[in-house]
């Protein structure tokens, strides 16, 4: 409710995924402590949020578009100046290279412009008046309420503010949890929400999500669930809501992304996209490439250049020149990612680069794993890390039939020169897919192209467009077209 609130509650501390030399020894360094909220903070922080929409008669919803606008660029003013701090923040918390944090932080900053001037778009068409069948109507955007954004900690601000930043400047008000990692990189920016806002129009929570978003759902004032996480915690968070018919969701959620990979394929260009497909950030995004599926006569060929490429990628310390492989934030994933491993080297298959696999603290070496199989867990669990399982095929169904069985239907990239076939392979995946890349690697941007998927990858799109339509319902001012009404 725009007020900095001093904690003497519980806290949990932060631990970067980087080692630091301790009294004990080598440790994860200590970087912050996070106050944890209880379920009754939490309902007070919807309070505030709901009170501020005052059943959309609140300063903010009321508020004219400029002056939304104004207090949008009010915050990006504010938030310029903690990029330092919050790059900063990124690289410690979720061990993000340098290059990728600041492009993160950068990337939200152009996010948040082009907003404002898609909302500048989107008010003209609005102003215009229509006429139909005798009535002239005005056709406006109105805001929906309350928004709960929550996101995951591959891109804990850029994913977040993608919901945050169009729900709020259409108006509506929001709560937003912090995500498990990264949640320091948020402080910095908290103050600018809270001077550039009216209060309780933007509301922090942090703390154990199972425990204080429950009551939020349960309550039925969240007009909005705008989640960025699994298909899991996504249904069982709406299942929540008494009134399912009142609550809007926009979920971008599961995928298992794959490559296909054609003897007509250049494969200096397939191994370079795949390499920033499926190894960007360690592999760790929504958009990754998590399976490549290689026609069998190239595959040896093409799994040596892969696995050759993949060995040269540096890794390091975030900060670090040219630095490519960094440490893992979740603690649990190098023990999850070496039984993935083992798993499929127990079912038949081999890591082909010398040190794939090989894990120092929270670092693991990424690994090109050949060939898969449908037996392995590789082939059918995301793993959110740096593996690339490598799946021989014979027949394009192959690819065609695994997209079809999957839960999941977000992106695919076809790598093949021959135009002929690409566009064979399109007509298949367009139907199973939100996305089909030629020649390139799967990726959310540009953020104004839209971003959503099929099955259980996504409910909603976003966008910068989309964004402010999911966030808005199209409403209606309209009377007789008679002379007298025109004016
Ligand atoms: O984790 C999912 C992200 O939306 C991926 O975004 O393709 O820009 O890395 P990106």
Redesign the pocket.
């Given at each position: 409710n725009g007020q900095l609130v001093p904690w003497d509650g519980e806290v949990a501390e932060v631990y970067s995924p980087v080692y630091v030399p301790t009294e004990q020894g080598l440790k994860r360094k200590l970087v912050g402590t996070i106050p944890q909220v209880s379920p009754k903070e939490s309902l007070e922080a919807l309070d505030a949020a709901v009170a501020a929409y005052a059943d959309g008669q609140g300063e903010w919803p009321t508020m004219s578009v400029e002056g939304r606008i104004a207090c949008m660029q009010k915050f990006v003013y504010l938030m310029i100046q903690k990029r330092d701090q919050v790059i900063k923040l990124l690289m410690w918390e979720i061990g993000k290279s340098v290059a990728d944090s600041t492009k993160e932080f950068d990337?939200t900053v152009v996010y948040i412009n082009d907003t404002i001037d898609a909302l500048k778009d989107l008010d003209r068409q609005s102003s215009r008046f229509e006429q139909a069948e005798g009535v002239l109507a005005q056709i406006r955007r109105s805001p929906l309420g309350v928004v709960l954004s929550m996101g995951?900690f591959?891109?804990p601000l850029?994913?977040i503010f993608?919901t945050l930043i169009p729900a709020l400047i259409m108006g509506n008000t929001i709560l937003f949890k912090m995500p498990k990692h990264g949640v320091l990189a948020h402080y910095p920016l908290l103050e600018a929400f809270r001077e550039a806002f009216p209060a309780g129009t933007v509301n922090t929570l942090y703390g154990r999500g199972a425990e204080i978003i429950s009551p939020l759902m349960e309550s039925g004032k969240v007009n909005v669930l705008a989640f960025?996480g699994s298909s899991k915690v996504a249904v069982s968070l709406k299942k929540l809501h008494p009134k399912p018919n009142r609550l809007r969701a926009i979920l971008?959620l599961d995928?298992k992304n794959a490559a296909i990979v054609t003897r007509n394929a250049d494969l200096d260009v397939a191994v370079e996209e795949i390499l920033l497909g499926a190894l960007?950030?360690n592999g760790?995004?929504?958009?990754?490439l998590k399976l490549v599926f290689v026609e069998r006569q190239i595959a040896d060929v093409f799994v040596a250049k892969l696995a050759e490429a993949v060995g040269a990628l540096v890794p390091g310390l975030p900060w670090d020149k040219g630095v490519r492989i960094t440490p893992l934030p979740e603690p649990d994933k190098p023990d999850y990612l070496k039984a993935c491993l083992d798993d499929a080297v127990a079912k038949g298959a081999k890591i082909v680069n010398g040190n794939g696999g090989y894990t120092n603290q929270s670092m693991v070496f990424p690994a090109v794993v050949f060939p898969v199989n449908d037996q392995m867990k590789l082939y059918h669990e995301e793993q959110f890390g740096p593996i690339v399982p490598v799946v021989p095929f014979d027949s394009i169904e192959e690819p065609v039939r695994y997209q079809i069985g999957a839960s999941h239907g977000m992106q695919v990239s076809i790598f093949s020169n021959d135009a002929a076939e690409v566009a064979q392979l399109i007509d298949p995946f367009v139907n199973l897919v939100s996305r089909v890349n030629i020649n390139c690697q799967?990726?959310?941007?540009p953020?104004v192209f839209p971003?959503t998927g099929r099955k259980d990858s996504a409910e909603g799109t976003l966008s910068v467009f989309d964004a402010l339509r999911s966030f808005s319902i199209r409403s209606l001012v309209a009377t007789k077209s008679t002379e007298a009404n025109k004016q």
């Open positions: 990337r995951p591959n891109y850029n994913e993608t960025i971008s995928a960007s950030f760790q995004r929504c958009t990754a799967a990726q959310r941007g953020d971003f």
